[in-house]
């Protein structure tokens, strides 16, 4: 996804202290602030120290629990599974962009 919108990937601490993403992405309180048009919350639950660091014009919120804090910080929030939500997702990019390129 970020691929196709030529967007910066990001993540929260846990990603970052598994070691799937480096430490030099984590966003948040003793990570880097950021600043986006938008910020795609994917999995993301919302914690203080994460969301304190990020300041974006909307914020697009994926996530299968409804009651996470997240959804009421969001100005979208989609409740579903990320690995049902993100393939979709990325094929209906891709034909909108190949459709807007015809
Ligand atoms: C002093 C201190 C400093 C900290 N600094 C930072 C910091 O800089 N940055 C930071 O990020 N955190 C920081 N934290 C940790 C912070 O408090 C949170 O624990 C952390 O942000 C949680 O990350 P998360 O939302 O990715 O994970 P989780 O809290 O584990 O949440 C995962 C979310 O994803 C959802 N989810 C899981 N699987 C799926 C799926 N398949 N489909 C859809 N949704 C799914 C869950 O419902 C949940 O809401 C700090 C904590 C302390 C005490």
Redesign the pocket.
Same mark, same amino acid.
């Given at each position: 996804l970020a691929d196709l919108l030529g967007a910066a990937v990001g993540c929260? *601490?846990?990603?970052s202290e598994l070691g799937w993403e480096p430490h030099s992405r984590?966003? /948040?309180?003793? /990570?880097k602030g950021v600043s986006p048009r938008v910020y795609f919350a994917l /999995?993301?639950?919302g #914690?203080m120290?994460?969301m304190c #660091?990020v300041n974006a014009d909307i914020v697009i919120a994926?996530? *299968? %629990?409804p009651k996470?804090p997240?959804m009421e910080m969001a100005d979208y929030a989609v409740v579903? %599974?990320?690995?049902e939500f993100m393939p979709r997702l990325i094929e209906k990019m891709k034909a909108w962009k190949a459709e807007k390129q015809a």
């Open positions: 929260s *601490r846990p990603i984590q966003i /948040g309180q003793t /990570g /999995g993301i639950s #914690a120290q994460h #660091a994926v996530n *299968r %629990d996470a997240i579903a %599974d990320l690995k």
